[in-house]
């Protein structure tokens, strides 16, 4: 299938696809164009993926979502790129992570406003959820701005289950399992809101 700077579903990349070292770069490089991205980590990652995105368009608009669904002992360094190369383009980065067992994430996040790019919009978030003691997360955000007239920030947390949330689900006759899938429900909604249903399915499976 064709693919058009209009989609309205996202395009979708998953990590079984992957090769052991990952690269990709889309431009989106006409007026005003529109474009989602979706990237799924489960049951297998790469050492190594990089994903950048080039707005090249004036106006362009692009939404990237990253799920990381860690477990046993699987490891990668991940890294997105949104390069802000026209006037008013508009970015979002939504990382999202659940570890379990001995697996491990690095994530950096470039956020870059490029000289010329004035009016520009972007932003980052990344959150790591931990679900075991051996599980590692890193997360790095970054910013470069050259531009004038711009919105960029990002916010990154890592963290874990927080016990008093526990405690509420469980006197509300959860066990301890069911309690925990809520909560890992809760933290994945919103990254899920725009998925596919077969990414959806894979983080029901996780769970």
């Known amino acids: 299938m064709q693919r058009t ?3 309205s579903m996202p395009y979708t990349f998953l990590s079984t696809q992957m090769p052991g070292v990952w690269e990709r770069t ?3 490089g006409s ?9 799924i980590f489960s049951e297998h990652a790469p050492q190594k993926a990089k994903f950048t ?8 608009h692009a939404t990237i979502m990253v799920v990381f669904l860690g477990v046993h002992a699987m490891r990668s360094n991940m890294r997105i790129e949104v390069r802000h190369e026209a006037p008013d383009t508009y970015a979002r980065v939504l990382f999202k992570a ?13 956020l870059n406003i ?20 051996k599980a590692i997360a890193r997360i790095d955000p970054q910013l470069e701005i050259l531009a004038h007239n711009v919105k960029a920030s990002h ?7 927080g016990a008093q949330e526990l405690f509420y689900l469980q006197s509300r006759g959860l066990g301890r399992h069911e309690a925990e899938k809520v909560l890992v429900r809760g ?15 894979r983080v029901w499976s996780f769970l």
């Open 5 to 7: 700077d209009t989609m």
């Open 53 to 60: 995105l080039r707005l090249t368009g004036r106006g362009a």
């Open 187 to 201: 933290f994945f909604e919103e990254a899920l809101a725009n998925m596919p249903q077969a990414a959806i399915k």
């Open 114 to 133: 490029c000289k010329g790019a004035d009016g520009s919009d972007s932003y980052l978030k990344a959150q790591a959820l931990m679900l075991s003691e």
């Open 98 to 110: 659940a570890l379990r067992d001995a697996s491990r994430v690095e994530f950096s996040g470039m």
């Open 155 to 161: 916010g990154a947390t890592v963290g874990r289950i």
């Open 26 to 28: 889309e431009v989106l």
């Open 31 to 39: 007026e005003k164009a529109q474009r989602k991205y979706a990237i």
